[in-house]
């Protein structure tokens, strides 16, 4: 967008524009939701295949020692299993968080009524009618915290 | 005409002409000295008004009452319109702290972190009200950047003119100093003549005392003897017709003594 038709956005455009946002991810989060589950399926198979050969490996020498190449290699192919395993449901934890996230926001944005907006747009109104931006607000409070700090 | 005669061009006049002449010279010092103090308060003035027009000094300088100084009025104006602006742009600034450019490049990053889906990185609801509320306060605080435009380029205008004028004061200024240095030349010459003439006429006067022709009158009705001037001067105010013989009540004599003093004493015999 050009940088002087910023200047025209009205709120009720932009809100239209974050609740389109919000709702494409709505149909597109779930499949994402879907497809991050059916990893985690797989890497659970894979990290309990892994825990099973090295099973069988130390039941075939039963008695004796595992040969200890084998044994390690065993033990880091479950290692590994694991970590993809915690990695993948963290992308599955994340996306649902995402999901809820979005399924929120589209409540709150889509019920937007005229009291909501009006405090959304207090800042605009403060410095409409002649009152400090936030950022001169902050800027005070934070010179007033330097001069506190050198008292 | 003797050579380095301090006197030589007075010799030939009349007293009464000299008189008038340092006269002259007295009023033309009293002028002078007007003009002097006329000049140097109105360079004085100029110096002031440069030095609060350059922002070397905060202080208006009072704007003298006994001349006109246009132009130095005039671009004292200017520069309280100057620090007007100023002050006004500084007030507005206070309160919206970011320049235009900052608002438009903090409203594009704003509206591209609503607008467009980052991914992983999306924003959670808070972050969103927060973002959406920011975006339109940042419109509001360009908006009410509008009138710095115009100020800005009215500070422009009248930074160049007060330099302008600045210069012009400082030429009237150097100009000012010439005449002062000419003034203060004529003063010295006139000083000088006048010191000349009042020596002269101290040289021209009769050293004796004028003869007192009321007093050779009271001497001789009191029987006292007079030089041939108090004479001359009686015979010229009335003669000696009208002298009254009002002789003053003599003090008493004392009681001679008995054995009369053999000092010799001026004016008595001694019998």
Redesign the interface.
Known sequence: ?Q??S??E?S?HE??D??LT?RE??AIHLPKEEKKRDEELTRAYKMYNESKTALAQLLDSTSGTEADPLKRSQAENVIEENETHRKRVMSRLW?VRS?LK??L??IE?WSVMDEAKLTT?????????E???????MN?SALSEQGDDSHA | MLDGDLFADLRTLERSEIQSNLLHHERSLVDIDEQLTKNRNLTSFRSSCIKFCVGKSDDVPPSPAEHQEDLAQATLSKRIEFNQFIQQRDTLM?????PKYRI?QR??VV?EK????QG?T?L??NQ??TL??????L??????LDPIETIERELGALHRQISEDVKAINKADRDTAKIISALVEKRKQTTREIGRLKAFLRSKKPKSKPVDAGQARKTISQGGSISLEDLGALLDHGGLSNIESTKEPSPKKKKQSATASTKATRGSRNT
């Open positions: 967008m940088d002087k910023l200047l956005v709120p932009l809100l524009i974050i946002k494409k991810d994340r995402h996230e979005t929120a926001a709150y959304l747009l207090e800042g605009a109104t403060r410095v409409n002649g009152g400090l931006s936030t950022f001169a800027k | 206070e309160r919206i702290v970011l438009i409203m594009s509206y609503l607008t467009r889906s992983t999306r959670t609801l969103e009200i959406f509320s920011e975006f339109f306060e419109q509001a605080m360009h908006a009410q």
